[in-house]
Every structure is written in C-alpha cells, then in structure tokens.
C-alpha cells in the first residue's frame, strides 16, 4: 500500500506494522518501539500489531477532516 494512493483514513480494514513503517518512512522495529513507547496507538490481536488508518492519518496530518 502506498500512502499517496488514497487518504490513510479513507482505507476501511487496520494497517500492520509494515505498512504503518511504509507510510511513516520507519522500520518495523522502529515502528513496534514507538507503540511500546507510547507515540503511536495500536492493539495486539496474537503475535500482530494492527493500527487504526484514521489515527496514523492524524498523527502524520494527512485527515482530510
């Protein structure tokens, strides 16, 4: 997925960590660190991490809200 494409928030299922680090320009391990540390929010359902598309929209200001 590449974040140019369309509006983050416009997607309708959870990002993993690979295309939240995409769109951030970061690594998954970066990306895992900054949710552990409390910069980015997201929910652990078994071993994978998921993240809100509206979220990591606001948080890199790319809403269209």
């Known amino acids: 997925m590449e974040c140019g494409e369309m509006s983050l928030a416009a997607v309708c299922r959870p990002l993993?960590?690979?295309?939240?680090?995409?769109?951030?320009?970061?690594t998954p391990r970066n990306i895992l660190r900054m949710v552990q540390n409390g910069q980015i929010p997201?929910?652990?359902?078994?071993?994978?991490?998921?993240?809100?598309?509206?979220?990591?929209?606001?948080?890199?200001?790319?809403?269209?809200?």
Do not use: N
Request: with cysteine; charged share 30%.
């Open 16 to 26: 993993k960590t690979a295309e939240v680090a995409e769109c951030l320009g970061q």
């Open 42 to 65: 997201a929910k652990r359902l078994g071993s994978q991490w998921y993240y809100s598309p509206k979220k990591i929209a606001e948080l890199v200001g790319m809403d269209d809200e």
